[in-house]
């Protein structure tokens, strides 16, 4: 099943973070994206789960109100995420822009892209997609970097 939206030729991909300017400038509640998925803690798929250098950049930055403390009960493991609004929207997402761009979350820093073991590089849809917009590969290491980041994250948590 594809959605044909991800294009990659002569090293560069058919997408460009617009940052700020996207017009939803946070990519909103995650829930969505997790229709054929299952995980073991039965987390809600809209969580920003933080890494400790995520939390620690937060807290000193003087955001430590946007951050609260998850519990698996599955695993009797403790965890740091992003606080969500009602509707399941970030509450670092203020007046239509993310108020922490500069410091966000890995998970923030690497979205679209994630990486599955099966398929290697996936990307969730997002209005950066767009055969007007070409970025080299290269350029989106730092992005790659913080879905590996992620990745290992969850490795560590079940196994530590």
Do not use: H
Not at 71 to 90: R, V
């Amino acid at each position: 099943m594809s959605n044909d939206f991800l294009k990659i030729s002569n090293g560069k991909i058919n997408f460009c973070c617009m940052k700020n300017y996207c017009q939803n400038s946070c990519c909103g509640p995650y829930s969505s994206i997790s229709k054929n998925l299952d995980n073991i803690d039965k987390r809600p798929f809209d969580e920003i789960v933080l890494t400790s250098e995520d939390y620690d950049r937060i807290y000193k930055a003087g955001y430590a109100y946007l951050m609260e403390k998850g519990f698996s009960k599955e695993t009797g493991k403790i965890y740091y995420k992003m606080a969500l609004e009602p509707d399941g929207t970030c509450k670092a997402f203020v007046g239509g822009k993310c108020s922490i761009q500069k410091i966000k979350p890995t998970l923030c820093d690497a979205f679209p892209f994630y990486f599955d073991m099966f398929s290697g590089l996936c990307a969730i849809q997002c209005e950066g997609f767009s055969d007007k917009y070409w970025t080299e590969l290269s350029s989106l290491k730092n992005c790659f970097i913080s879905a590996k980041k992620m990745y290992e994250f969850w490795i560590d948590f079940y196994t530590n």
